[in-house]
């Protein structure tokens, strides 16, 4: 048995053994980073998965940049303002090809062959996006924000989340918006991806015995 | 130790060179070049908050108004429910289930002393009618408070007037109250009363959204910008931006009945309803690739042969 081959398969029953078997088995390099894909992965709706990821890297790196400027910066300054635009138009851009990515991921049911969990996780992505994109309108410190927590308030109460999520204490927003769901988002996309290299890109319907042959 | 139950099946067929991290650079630059160019031909809606200073010099008399409904109780505030007040059978359900008042009240707020009496109270140097109408409502019995109030909130109602004239003991000191906090309101003083209490640092807006939310200067404010709940609002954006699109399915049952009919049950409990609706509807979009019927729409309506397509011309379905 050769060093390489036994890594995903070394018995042990070390935590750390584990871990890294259940880590590195399913992921080794050259399907972390695989320089060819299967000859069917030629469409468009393949690029808005990272163009996903791209609009995400551009809201955290806005988001981190108005956030060393506090919450009011942007009401006065000039280059505040634009950096919240670029804020609120790389989530614009975000949502639209999140949208996308998933009607494109149900039309090819990219759920087949043990890719369940990769479409759970981006659903879950979906979800708390939806979230952190919820608090960030709540923390505009402007109009919009009075208005959409003044309205929220009636939903979330209603349902008793409100007890513990309270719209109208801005704080509150705040922190859960630059700090843990912001975290959230990051964690469950970085799974999401992970899932997708581990397994591969779904093969077309009819063809999920692998071999890629006609019969 | 057991074998691993679900080997990871690999691609086999035929492959072709792909460059992920090339492709990742690319879209990053794409996307911020996309980014930097919406930025700078439309820039980012800013609309400035409203005050309760701008409230009250805007709308006397819905400010007025609402700061008497405080004091009798009936302001959307007052009478909420859960988590503000308790009030025994508030709160709105889905079927029998109530989870607003099973979460109960972790917000306390007593509307009449938070936004009226307490600001009234912090005035510096108050006029003697103040102090009089202050002590006289402190002295009184809830139910006699409540019965000035009413009939003060009856009377502005009916002449639309910024303080009602005729007997003076029908609406006790309520009058003297209500003027004078518009008084404080108008300067800007009963802004920072409300919101602060007695924090210096303030970062919850309870209060203050709470106060404003019982006019209707900021629902009027709202509608003009079709941000009403009624008008897709939640889905809508201040100005001509795009908006949260993503809330489409959630605003759209506020838009046909029974949601949007506050007479039926469930339009009174719409937003528990909905609510409900929508964990639900997420739930099932989790659960899609369990789902038989719904797991099974992409075969029946193959537009996948489109997207793979390339694919299918050189490779025919198996077993075809
Ligand atoms: C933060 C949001 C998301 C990001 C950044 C993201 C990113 C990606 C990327 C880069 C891929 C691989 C390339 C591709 O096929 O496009 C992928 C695959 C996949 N995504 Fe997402 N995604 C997100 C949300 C979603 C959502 C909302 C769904 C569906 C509900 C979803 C379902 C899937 C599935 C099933 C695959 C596997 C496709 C296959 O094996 O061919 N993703 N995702």
Known sequence: ?215 | MKSRSREIVQWQGPSKRYDIVKEFVVALTVVAILTLALSALFSSPDEPSLTIKSWANTSSEDFVLAAATELDGSSPSASYGPPYVAIPGSGQKIGPVNLQALAGVRTPVNSANAFVIDPLRAWPNPSSSLTFALGAWARASPDQQQQWASAYVQALGETKQLKATGAADKYGPVPELTSSLLVMAKSGALDGVVALGSNFYQTNYTHSLLFMGDGTYLEDAAVKQNLGGDQSGMMNETGSYPGQAWLWLYTFWYQIPPFSNEATTIGANADAVVWGIMMLLSLLLLLVPFLPGIRSIPRWIPLYRIIWRQWYRNHPMPGK
């Not at chain 1, 081959?5 to 070390?14: A, D, E, H, N």
């Not at chain 1, 080794?28 to 069917?40: C, F, G, I, M, S």
């Not at chain 1, 940049?65 to 614009?92: A, C, K, M, Y």
């Not at chain 1, 890719?115 to 659903?123: E, F, I, P």
């Open chain 1, 1 to 215: 048995m050769s060093t390489t081959k036994s890594v995903g398969q070394t018995p042990s029953t070390l935590w750390t053994a584990r871990l890294r078997n259940k880590f590195f088995g399913g992921l080794p390099p050259e399907r972390l980073l695989p320089d060819k894909q299967p000859a069917y992965v030629a469409s468009w709706i393949y690029v808005f998965g990272v163009l996903t990821i791209a609009s995400l890297l551009i809201i955290i790196a806005s988001g981190v940049w108005l956030s060393f400027e506090g919450p009011l910066w942007w009401h006065t300054s000039n280059v505040g303002h634009f950096v919240n635009s670029i804020h609120f138009w790389s989530v614009q851009l975000f949502f639209f090809s999140m949208a996308i990515h998933l009607w494109g991921k149900f039309w090819m049911s990219a759920w087949r062959g043990g890719r369940s969990r990769t479409w759970m996780t981006g659903v879950l992505a979906f979800l708390a996006s939806i979230g952190t994109a919820f608090t960030g309108y709540l923390v505009q410190t402007n109009f919009d924000s009075q208005w959409i927590a003044s309205e929220a308030k009636d939903g979330l109460n209603s349902v008793g989340i409100g007890a513990w999520f309270n719209v109208l204490n801005v704080g509150q927003a705040l922190l859960l918006h630059v700090a843990a769901l912001p975290l959230i988002v990051g964690l469950i996309t970085i799974i999401h991806v992970l899932q997708v290299r581990r397994r591969g890109v779904v093969p077309p319907v009819g063809f999920e015995d692998s071999s890629g042959d006609a019969a």
